[in-house]
């Protein structure tokens, strides 16, 4: 009986072993698998990082150049503009000469207003324009009242002259026009005080 006992013993110490050595196997896999996962995530870490670096390396570069060009721009940018311009200015002095040499007053307004129309045109292809004022209600966005005149013509609050125009540059404003605004005719023998203002 001591036999069937030892063998129960030596069978159960097997198993025991067995399970002993499965479970060493298992932490061993266990380990074996982490460690590949660690190796592949630290490989994973090291390509963010180095694509990082890239990445951070293209946005100086892009931040520098986009820098570069900015300045180019600002210091290039009425190329276009003088180039169109300088015929404008050419024709002035053309002008200039001829009313010198020939003393002829028609010749030199036909030319100078030739030479203004140029020059508006350059300005339309620019996308500026004037502002018509005159006989137009009073805006302060586009106007600046320079002063008011009692008069019969226009109603109160609309502009009477035009003293300098105004101009847009694509619907933003350059410069307001500077206006005359009708205000309210009084009598001067009902109100003699409206005088002194």
Known sequence: MEKKGERGET????TEQEKKDKKKRSNE???????AALQKA???????YDRFLRTSADLENYKKRVAK???????????ELIRELLPVIDNLERALS???????????RSGLEMTLQQF???????GCTPICAEGECFDPNRHEA??????????????VSELEKGYLLNDRLVRPAKVVVAK??????????????
């Open 146 to 159: 320079i002063m008011e005149q009692a008069t019969g013509e226009c109603d109160p609050g609309h502009v």
């Open 42 to 48: 630290q490989e994973e870490a090291q390509e963010n």
């Open 29 to 35: 896999e266990i380990i074996t698998e982490l460690e």
């Open 184 to 197: 309210a005719h009084v009598d001067t023998e009902e109100n003699p005080e409206s005088e002194t203002e």
């Open 120 to 126: 508006f045109g350059v300005l339309q292809r620019f």
């Open 11 to 14: 069978s159960a110490e097997h």
């Open 69 to 79: 060009e900015k300045a180019d721009l600002i210091r290039y940018g009425n190329d």
């Open 98 to 108: 001829h009313a010198d040499a020939e003393g002829n007053e028609e010749g030199i």
